[in-house]
């Protein structure tokens, strides 16, 4: 058993300064390929771990973004969906994955959580950026929305509009 998976699996599930201290204890190199695929057992974890890593400067190979994305098309874990969505403008989508995302991301909007619903508008702002057809849909459905959401929702959205 790696010294990974054995800190993920003594993880309490709420502290962020443990995951801190595993992923300082990471090697930067091979931190998402080792996390990958841990995804399916400690979904939360490896999530937050993957997008940290990625707000330290860390890029995703294709086959990490495949497998983040096939993650995020099936997770029940509502934190790992939020963590995905929070670094959507670091995957790249594969033509293949296109509408299957697109129609998840689409369902999330409707997510019974506010941060799930904000960060799916700024993951379909970020699919405009690879594939510019859906665009104009996404810019409508924002400016549709933007009056109907909660407050942190709208602040989200104005956001995206402004990128």
Do not use: C
């Not at 699996?9 to 695929?37: C, H, M, R």
């Not at 960060?119 to 109907?148: C, F, G, R």
């Amino acid at each position: 058993m790696s010294l990974t998976l054995r800190a993920l699996e003594n993880w309490d599930g709420k502290s962020t300064a443990d995951l801190q201290e595993i992923y300082n204890k990471l090697n930067s190199q091979s931190l998402v390929f080792e996390l990958v695929p841990m995804l399916p057992h400690h979904p939360v974890a490896a999530t937050w771990l993957i997008k940290h890593a990625t707000e330290q400067g860390i890029q995703l190979a294709s086959e990490d973004s495949v497998a983040l994305i096939e993650h995020l098309l099936q997770t029940q874990h509502w934190q790992s969906a939020l963590h995905l969505l929070q670094i959507s403008d670091h995957l790249t989508i594969p033509n293949k994955y296109v509408k299957p995302l697109y129609a998840n991301l689409r369902h999330k909007l409707s997510h019974t959580n506010k941060f799930i619903r904000a960060w799916s508008y700024h993951a379909l702002s970020n699919l405009t950026k690879q594939y510019p057809e859906y665009e104009k849909e996404v810019i409508e459905l924002l400016n549709m929305v933007l009056n109907d959401e909660a407050p942190s929702v709208k602040a989200r959205i104005r956001k995206v509009l402004q990128s």
